[in-house]
C-alpha cells in the first residue's frame, strides 16, 4: 500500500514550534498530506472490508483512489493555508499574507511526486479563485475545512448509493482530524507574535 501513499517525510516530525515562513510551509504540507491519507484511505478500507487489499491492487480502482487523493488533496491545502494565514493575521498580528506563495510553492513541488498538469492548474485557479473572496481577519473562525470535507465526500471512489449512506461520518471524520491539527498549530504558535 505504501506506494498509494504521499511520500512526504514522518508526519510524526516534530515541531517544537513554527518560527518561520519555511515551518509554515512544511506544516501545512504535511498535515494537509496527513489528513488526506488517513481521511480517504480510512474510509475506503472501512467501506471495502476485507477485499481492501484485492480492491487496492486492482488497476483501475488504484488509478481511481490516486485522482481522488490528488483532487482532495490540492482541496486540503488551500483549506489549511487559508486556515493558518487568517489565524495568524487575526490572532497573531501578521501583516504579510503570503498564502498565495506559500500554496504555489507547495503544490509545485507537488508536480515532483506525480500531481498532473491537468490537477495543479485546476486547483492553482480553484486557489485564486477563493483567495479574492476570503475575509482573512475571520474565515479561520467559520468551518475553514469545509471545502476539504466536501472534496472527500464527493471524491472518494466509492458508490453514490453508499456514499449517501454515509456523508455525516465521513465529513465529521476529516472535520475530526482537522480539530487535531487546529489544536497542533495553536500550541506551535503560542509564543509567535508578529509587531
Not at 488526506?36 to 483512489?65: E, H, N, P, W
Request: hydrophobic residues 40%; positive net charge; proline residues 2%.
Amino acid at each position: 500500500m505504501g506506494e498509494y501513499l504521499f511520500p512526504i517525510e514522518k508526519v510524526s516530525s516534530y515541531f517544537k514550534s513554527i518560527k518561520s515562513k519555511a515551518d509554515l510551509q512544511k506544516f501545512i504540507q504535511q498535515r494537509s498530506a496527513h489528513v488526506t491519507q488517513t481521511t480517504l484511505y480510512g474510509y475506503l478500507k472501512t467501506r471495502i472490508g476485507v477485499k481492501y487489499t484485492a480492491m487496492v491492487d486492482d488497476a483501475v480502482f488504484s488509478k481511481s483512489i490516486n485522482i481522488a487523493k490528488w483532487n482532495i488533496y490540492m482541496i486540503a491545502i488551500a483549506d489549511c493555508t487559508f486556515y493558518t494565514f487568517s489565524y495568524l493575521i487575526s490572532e497573531k498580528n501578521l501583516k504579510e499574507n503570503d498564502c498565495k506563495k506559500i500554496y504555489l510553492n507547495i503544490i509545485e513541488k507537488e508536480k515532483e511526486n506525480g500531481l498532473s498538469d491537468e490537477v495543479y492548474l485546476k486547483a492553482k485557479q480553484e486557489f485564486l479563485n477563493r483567495y479574492e473572496k476570503i475575509d482573512f481577519n475571520k474565515y479561520y473562525l467559520d468551518n475553514p475545512f469545509l471545502e476539504s470535507c466536501t472534496a472527500l465526500y464527493n471524491w472518494a471512489p466509492i458508490a453514490d448509493e453508499l456514499k449517501i449512506l454515509d456523508k455525516e461520518i465521513v465529513l465529521n471524520s476529516m472535520r475530526l482530524k482537522w480539530n487535531l491539527k487546529i489544536d497542533e498549530f495553536k500550541k506551535l504558535t503560542k509564543n509567535l507574535n508578529f509587531n
